[in-house]
């Protein structure tokens, strides 16, 4: 199975902080790709498809480059809400339909 | 949206116990349902996909006769972990994918293998 790579973290950030977590897989055939938000003891929740023309949702803001294999993430004005797991997810065609996950970046937001 | 029932939520055995796993799709159709764990602090991993009236595939490395998955319906998908061991502890976690709601997680299963 192909690697989707991520740096663990924690990232312990305050209140109002501006964030960003990377993403690298290894299948250049990789079709499709997505950040997942994983809070403890809970099922993954789809935060945003990732497209090559980047993206946006409010706060957060999503970059793909397919030449790097390169996925980013960009969380502006934290919130303690935001505070989890994020995963970085793609979609391979070695796989069918099924998701690869990374390992997850830990994001703690604090007073 | 499409919702995804999973049961149970966790589960407790003694070793050599088999456990099922039961995931449901509630307002649509899964013809495909993936199976995942999750041991802590890694990544959720493939087990296997299921599709409806067929055999499942298995991942390299998962033993297809320990980890036996049923998907006799379209909305039904199970996973019967037998004869337990404490090193299957984890998250199990099945996913269904539907052409109109995208990916649909179950709510994940916590087993504790004693």
């Known amino acids: 199975r192909k690697e989707v790579e991520q740096d663990p973290g924690p990232f312990n950030v305050p209140e109002g902080a501006t964030v960003a977590f990377n993403c690298t897989y290894s299948?250049?055939?990789?079709?499709?790709f997505f950040w997942y938000r994983q809070d403890c003891r809970k099922e993954p929740k789809l935060l945003m498809s990732v497209y090559s023309s980047g993206n946006e949702d409010g706060r957060f803001t999503a970059q793909l480059n397919r030449a790097s294999q390169y996925i980013s993430l960009l969380i502006r004005d934290s919130k303690l809400s935001d505070s989890a797991t994020y995963l970085c997810?793609?979609?391979?065609?070695?796989?069918?339909?099924?998701?690869?996950f990374g390992k997850g970046t830990s994001l703690l937001v604090t007073p | 949206g499409a919702v995804v029932s999973q049961h149970p939520s966790w589960v407790i055995c003694k070793s050599g116990t088999s456990v099922k796993i039961e995931c449901r799709s509630l307002?649509?159709?899964?013809?495909?349902m993936f199976w995942y764990r999750q041991f802590p602090k890694q990544s959720l991993m493939l087990m296997a996909t299921s599709n409806e009236g067929s055999k499942a595939t298995y991942e390299q490395g998962v033993e297809k006769d320990k980890f036996l998955i049923n998907h006799a319906s379209l909305t039904l998908s199970t996973l019967t972990v037998t004869s337990a061991h404490p090193e299957d502890s984890s998250f199990y976690i099945c996913s269904a994918r539907d052409e109109n709601y995208g990916y649909t997680f179950g709510s994940g299963t916590r087993l504790t293998v004693v």
């Open positions: 307002d649509f159709q899964a013809t495909t």
């Open positions: 299948n250049s055939a990789s079709q499709s």
């Open positions: 997810v793609v979609n391979d065609v070695d796989m069918g339909y099924a998701l690869n």
